[in-house]
């Protein structure tokens, strides 16, 4: 294996990079000899290790394939060429060798660099992802547009070993091999999970099979032996057995991809070959690249998931402050969740944990080591994780999907037909519900409540708090049906969580402020600065706690007594919470105005949760602003809404 520099801290200073510095597109780099290209690899994850340090972000993924970004932007015609990333927070090194260095400070900031490749940012991003096991999907099309319009221009995706988990991946890679689409596939293995066959036997034969010769060998063979049938498919079988001594690509070969490697991804001259090699064949190409997650920077190849993504390296003041006696740190609502599944699988054997490859992010980590037995993290395969979790209902267990608000959305299938349909007994913990911040809107989770609340059968459930959000899991364990609970990323307000647990009455709210005039229906956790902009107002709060069903007692006894209702929640207007009140008051006749408040009909871009709540109208002035402008809508005297 090649010899990379190891870095054992992050600079806190800008490095010296003479070399990258010259590099502003990649048709600079494309002009370097290739002896220099290993130098210019260690000035980017010299600078690379900086500028994350500098703002925090994704770190690890984007450390592996480093020299494999090198090599692709210098054998292929970027941005001709179309180069597809999976998930994406491993593009941070293609970003920065694409006209984007100089901007890297403000990667996830407000107004800067998108975390993921963005189309809208640059020509060299050609596909936006966020989610995995999209890039080969996306490449195929890409060519078979090139097919269609006789450019010759190359494809390739390049997807981690993770996605390769989600049957999406190999749907395409079927459609590929049979339309035999001229492109290629490459695997970055980052976690040897199919092959530990590295080194200079595998690297040879890697070098073998990419080549012109071999490949016109194979090629001539199949013209010789079309006409006896029986001969082509005994010496395609002999392939397949060669293959397969040297190599694990006989599923990919199967699929109608030619394979090739497994081969070392940081050995830049072997990469720049076989690639160089690859770009000269036709058909359906699959390269298989073995790299470490962290590569170059030892502490995170020693712990490559605490190190998949850092917060930002903080400066150390050059005076020692007085120490000042910590708060105890909020537990965060991923946590709430994680200590709840815990004490409900104390006391009952039924329940089960499912998770689509979130164990460490929605705190699963404990359960998973307690109750083993009971704990299936299906890998990035949701679809899988919720019919899994049907079938587990169906014959008596209690099973709770954890998984992310945006990620549900890739199982809307199996929630209707497997789930919803039979009335099955599965709870779904939604995490990252809401705005998420910097990771932008392809994680955000601004749909649910609406995608939820139209499927019948469904109780939909939104804690206002941390104590809530624990009440209401067990609420919704203990619920015949199919129900969900969603709670956002991060920390909440600090409320008393109390230990028992105790389910709540179904579709129940309560009055936390009694006021008049206004009346403000909040869903979620946005109680805060609604109770905040109610103590300017005078207007009286409701914790409505259920979506579906709706706490229509609590609602009609507001509308009688209050000149408006607002609603407040942090998911789209269009179909969310607020529509269940006015849809609800429709079909009651009653006629009232009611204000709305939620997330804007757009995508909401990246920044800090509270710049975007801000920006979106839902923070505590946002929130006043908003009521008393429909109050002077009204004719109610602007007095009644000022501080």
């Not at 720049?272 to 073995?290: A, D, K, M, S």
Request: proline share 6%.
């Amino acid at each position: 294996m090649q010899d990379t520099y190891i870095f054992r801290e992050i600079p806190s200073q800008r490095p010296n990079t003479p070399l990258l510095d010259r590099i502003d597109v990649p048709s600079q780099l494309r002009e370097l000899p290739a002896e220099d290209l290993p130098r210019l690899a260690r000035e980017l994850r010299a600078f690379l290790l900086w500028s994350v340090g500098q703002t925090g972000g994704h770190f690890g993924a984007g450390l592996g394939v480093l020299e494999l970004t090198v090599a692709l932007h210098y054998v292929f015609n970027t941005p001709e060429d179309r180069l597809v990333w999976d998930v994406g927070h491993q593009a941070y090194p293609h970003k920065i060798l694409t006209g984007r260095k100089e901007q890297m400070g403000s990667i996830r900031r407000k107004g800067g660099l998108a975390g993921f490749p963005k189309r809208a940012e640059s020509e060299y991003d050609t596909f936006g992802v966020g989610h995995s096991s999209t890039s080969i999907s996306a490449a195929l099309g890409m060519a078979i547009a090139a097919r269609m319009q006789n450019t010759g221009r190359k494809s390739i995706a390049v997807i981690g070993d993770g996605a390769m988990t989600a049957g999406m991946a190999f749907e395409a890679l079927n459609h590929a091999g049979h339309l035999h689409a001229d492109m290629l596939v490459v695997l970055n293995d980052n976690d040897m999970s199919i092959s530990r066959n590295v080194g200079g036997l595998s690297n040879y034969f890697a070098k073998l099979l990419s080549s012109r010769t071999y490949n016109q060998v194979r090629d001539s063979s199949k013209k010789v032996l079309k006409g006896t049938p029986h001969l082509m498919a005994l010496a395609k079988k002999t392939e397949e057995h060669f293959k397969g001594m040297i190599a694990p690509g006989t599923l990919f070969e199967e699929l109608g991809f030619n394979y090739i490697g497994p081969i070392d991804g940081h050995d830049l001259p072997l990469l720049v070959e076989t690639l160089e090699n690859i770009r000269e064949l036709e058909g359906p190409q699959f390269l298989h690249v073995v790299t470490t997650k962290g590569k170059g920077f030892a502490p995170a190849e020693a712990d490559p998931i605490g190190y998949h993504a850092i917060n930002k390296i903080e400066p150390v003041p050059a005076s020692k402050p007085e120490p000042v006696k910590p708060k105890p740190a909020s537990p965060k609502y991923a946590n709430v969740f994680g200590q709840w599944l815990c004490d409900a699988a104390e006391q009952d054997s039924r329940v089960a944990g499912i998770t689509p490859a979130m164990c460490e992010g929605s705190d699963l980590l404990a359960f998973s080591e307690r109750f083993p037995d009971r704990y299936f993290d299906v890998a990035i395969a949701e679809q899988h994780a919720v019919t899994l979790a049907a079938g587990l209902a169906c014959d008596g267990a209690k099973p709770v999907v954890a998984i992310y608000s945006t990620f549900l959305q890739r199982a809307y299938d199996q929630l209707v037909h497997d789930v919803a349909i039979q009335n099955l007994d599965v709870l779904f913990a939604i995490d990252r519900a809401g705005l998420v911040g910097e990771d932008g809107p392809t994680h955000a989770g601004a749909f649910d409540i609406s995608y939820l609340r139209c499927i019948p059968n469904m109780l939909v459930m939104t804690p206002s708090d941390e104590n809530e959000t624990r009440q209401l899991l067990h609420t919704g364990l203990e619920y015949c049906g199919p129900a969900a609970v969603r709670y956002p990323r991060g920390t909440g307000p600090g409320a008393e969580i109390q230990q028992q647990l105790t389910p709540l009455p179904i579709g129940k709210g309560r009055r936390v402020r009694d006021g008049s005039g206004i009346a403000i229906l909040n869903f979620g956790t946005l109680l805060a600065p609604g109770l905040e902009a109610a103590e300017a107002l005078g207007a009286t709060v409701a914790d409505m706690r259920f979506v579906k069903p709706l706490d229509e007692a609590l609602v009609l006894e507001l509308a009688e007594t209050h000149d408006l209702l607002v609603t407040l929640e942090e998911n789209v207007v269009a179909g969310g919470a607020g529509s269940a009140v006015t849809e609800f008051l429709n079909a009651r006749q009653v006629s009232m105005p009611v204000l709305q408040l939620g997330l804007p009909d757009a995508f909401v871009e990246h920044g800090q949760h509270k710049e975007l709540l801000r920006d979106c109208g839902l923070d505590a002035d946002g929130i006043r602003r908003s009521i008393a402008r429909r109050m002077e809508q009204l004719g109610y005297p602007t007095v009644v809404a000022a501080k």
